[in-house]
């Protein structure tokens, strides 16, 4: 079959590896429908992170079940799934409590399982999945074409931007600020509004991402960063601030802007991949209240709620794609985002 | 009258000082009953914060009312009162969002207020509350002598340990771990029982101490540090760690011993005034999705709730008062804590 692997900085190369199989009775075999470009895999990409050997790469996809192992009970050959960017077993303690990302037999796209064996990358034709039962979430039936992209964020973006705001206590009548306009601040945006938070406030200069931000419930837009970003954010908000603030960047700036723009008492939550950051300012937030929560985020957890709220058309995070390509584009499909041409890629083998 | 003044590194003397007034509409004179030293007086007092010029130290009083300012009116002369360890106008929007410490006309014990007139210390005679209604609450009637000592930890120990809790989101069946077995650590073993918590681990090393954490309902005592500590709260919790861990020290070690002993996914709730401490590690935070909330604790917020609990004999956190001394004793007061012969210096002018 064929599989995307990153060779080096901006060397992305769709090529023939083996074909998977079931080799776990824990396993699945799927086969993509679609899958999609990460922002984190914008860091190997461009080179923050070194590539030292060629790698699979890929981790959000859906696609219909092949086979499965002999102990899967929960999917079955024909079924329509959704995998969550992380695999967990669902029958740990970390699982249990909600926290998939941490499971103890947890693996990822792209890395060998705990048993071993590689888990293929997600950008391909078809992929082993591991841990089938834990991490799979079948829909009801076979969806419609259309419902394709907002599917595929709950691989990842939507899960991620939900968590965000989850781990801000983002409720009834919040108000939030939310920093990084990219695929899962957006989605952080559409979750901050789907948890009724009364004012959100979008921080982007682009143009067309300002307009989704407002389509997903932005009630204000502030392209100003830095000081005049937290002075206008503050005047927007009551004169005092966010009372939670969604950091989906990973950047030491985004960290300041999250931080300085929430209120003291709120929360920050945050799902940005900490990227050379500096660590938190623990006199800040001790003198201020602010708190700090948030990570890798546990999709698998939010997966049936969001789902269910896909399904019956409340929420279409699919809008974050703006460009589709082919897997054999997969190139391209990496340069539309490295070069903002797109808010992110969707990927057709 | 007589007050304390910090000179310089354990140089603490008693003095006599010019005699308090109502100086402003806000204010209310108040004649001290019951004083005490915190843990964060010892910071100057070891010389680890500077002391450049005499200065009256002391945040922690209950007292009578002798004369309040015209425009105060929750309380009047000859009312029992108790202090918050921070003042503040309880009106503003920091105020009514229950973080008080934020105040935006707030003032400090022992410094100028937002007036630019000083606030006496706590360890004196008589002290000039600022800002009367926001920050003092009187008791119905006069309380009797044996509930002096756990009135005064309302001031301070008790509404910050609690605060660490709250912060830690400790409820009903939260496992617990507790860094730190001063005033403030046993408090937040007694708020974290009285919140429901399941298994509430306190960590101490000393006798007296972990005999108080038992009274104060600690299910286990580990008296390990580091490495062998972490195990140790491990293996007790579950095998995965605390649900919540309260640090209430304030050193780098005690925060890593916090963040290493909460399980995925749980929180840290912090109290203890950084001292010199780095900065949080936020790749650690990530990949565990620990989160880390607290801060000055805004006791005001929860004095009438942990009052209630007090009056009615529910808790009885004054038993952190090992030593009494007579105001004019207040050296020795510092020595006791400082040598760790005491868990609490109770003062009585």
């Given at each position: 079959m064929k599989a995307t692997l990153i060779h080096g900085t901006r060397d992305i190369r769709l090529e023939e590896v083996p074909d998977p199989t079931?080799?776990?009775?824990t396993d699945a075999l799927v086969r993509v429908v679609a899958a999609c470009v990460c922002g984190s895999d914008l860091w190997p990409y461009r080179g923050v992170?070194?590539?030292t050997s060629p790698q699979r790469i890929g981790h959000e996809l859906i696609g219909v079940v092949e086979e499965v192992g002999?102990?899967?009970?929960t999917v079955k050959p024909g079924d329509f799934v959704i995998s969550p960017f992380a695999l967990s077993d669902g029958t740990c303690a970390h699982c249990r409590n909600?926290?998939?990302?941490?499971?103890?037999?947890g693996a990822w796209f792209g890395s060998e399982d705990s048993e071993g064996v590689l888990v293929d990358g997600?950008?391909?034709?078809y992929v082993r999945v591991a841990l089938a039962d834990g991490s799979l979430v079948a829909t009801p039936g076979m969806p419609d074409e259309s419902l394709i992209p907002s599917l595929l964020t709950l691989s990842d973006v939507m899960g991620t931007g939900h968590h965000a705001a989850v781990s801000a206590g983002v409720g009834k009548g919040s108000t939030v600020v939310v920093v990084g306009d990219g695929a899962v601040g957006l989605c952080a945006v559409l979750a901050a509004n789907r948890l009724g938070a009364e004012r959100v406030v979008a921080m982007s200069r682009h143009a067309d991402r300002q307009a989704l931000a407002r389509e997903f419930g932005a009630t204000d837009i502030v392209a100003e960063r830095g000081e005049e970003g937290v002075a206008r954010v503050t005047e927007l908000l009551g004169?005092?601030?966010?009372?939670a603030a969604l950091e989906c960047v990973g950047t030491k700036e985004s960290m300041a802007q999250a931080l300085a723009s929430t209120r003291p008492g709120g929360r920050v939550g945050y799902v940005g991949v900490p990227a050379g950051g500096p660590e938190l300012p623990i006199g800040q937030l001790f003198s201020t209240n602010v708190s700090v929560g948030g990570g890798v985020a546990p999709v698998r957890a939010y997966l049936p709620e969001l789902l269910d709220d896909v399904l019956s058309g409340?929420?279409?995070?699919?809008?974050?794609?703006d460009a589709t390509f082919p897997l054999d584009r997969v190139a391209d499909a990496y340069a539309a985002m490295d070069e903002r041409t797109a808010i992110k890629s969707l990927l057709r083998p």
């Open positions: 079931v080799q776990l009775p992170r070194p590539t002999s102990d899967v009970r909600g926290v998939q990302t941490s499971c103890e037999r997600g950008q391909g034709e004169g005092i601030g966010a009372d409340a929420i279409d995070p699919g809008r974050v794609f």
